[in-house]
T-cell receptor, first 112, second 113 residues
Framework: KQEVTQIPAALSVPEGENLVLNCSFTDSAIYNLQWFRQDPGKGLTSLLLIQSSQREQTSGRLNASLDKSSGRSTLYIAASQPGDSATYLCAVCGTGGFKTIFGAGTRLFVKA | DTAVSQTPKYLVTQMGNDKSIKCEQNLGHDTMYWYKQDSKKFLKIMFSYNNKELIINETVPNRFSPKSPDKAHLNLHINSLELGDSAVYFC????????????FGPGTRLTVL
């Protein structure tokens, strides 16, 4: 049974700092891994999708890496801004292609 | 233009009532999902439909019945509501089943009194 864990559960950093969010999963037989952002009281916004054959994806100040063999992914945020404050969710899609398992999220607060 | 929309945004009701939440996507996607986010913010998949056919039912009580009248709509009907059903329910869609980016609706906050 796939389990997805995110560390840390919460993180507070000063503006401008580079930071790393971690995601680990127990079953390496995955189809893809997706990072989402959720703002309070809002839905989820997809940030990056990494297919199982890929090692990383980049979008602006965000970089996500995937190490399938070790069951880990990291989301790197460069030069953090107060607008980055949100909950970041990692989601793993199994090889059946149908079922997505979410981690509990990392709540990020960037102080101005 | 809203890609995935849900109605209502808020729903407050008494225990034992029956209620429905509607979801529509205008992205032309083949697959739609329902997720439940509980008070601890943990998001869990409930159902997945591909081309109007149910492909995932994650041990959800049979009081919950999804209905997909067409590919663009996936409604969630809940019978005999219980206190534990209080949560935020999210609808999502993707082009393919699983491998593609999922697009989420804004959520429906259900409160059962």
């Amino acid at each position: 049974k796939q389990e997805v864990t995110q560390i840390p559960a919460a993180l507070s950093v000063p503006e401008g700092e580079n930071l790393v969010l971690n995601c680990s999963f127990t079953d390496s037989a995955i189809y893809n891994l997706q990072w989402f952002r959720q703002d309070p009281g809002k839905g989820l916004t997809s940030l990056l999708l990494i297919q199982s054959s890929q090692r990383e994806q980049t979008s602006g100040r965000l970089n996500a890496s995937l190490d399938k063999s070790s069951g880990r992914s990291t989301l790197y945020i460069a030069a953090s801004q107060p607008g980055d404050s949100a909950t970041y969710l990692c989601a793993v899609c199994g090889t059946g292609g149908f079922k997505t398992i979410f981690g509990a999220g990392t709540r990020l607060f960037v102080k101005a | 233009d809203t890609a995935v929309s849900q109605t209502p945004k808020y729903l407050v009701t008494q225990m034992g009532n029956d209620k429905s939440i509607k979801c529509e996507q205008n992205l032309g996607h083949d697959t739609m999902y329902w997720y439940k986010q509980d008070s601890k913010k943990f998001l869990k998949i409930m159902f997945s439909y591909n081309n109007k056919e149910l492909i995932i039912n994650e041990t959800v009580p049979n009081r919950f019945s999804p209905k997909s009248p067409d590919k663009a709509h996936l409604n969630l009907h809940i019978n005999s509501l219980e206190l534990g059903d209080s949560a935020v329910y999210f609808c999502a869609s993707s082009q393919e089943t699983g491998p593609d980016t999922q697009y989420f609706g804004p959520g429906t906050r259900l409160t059962v009194l």
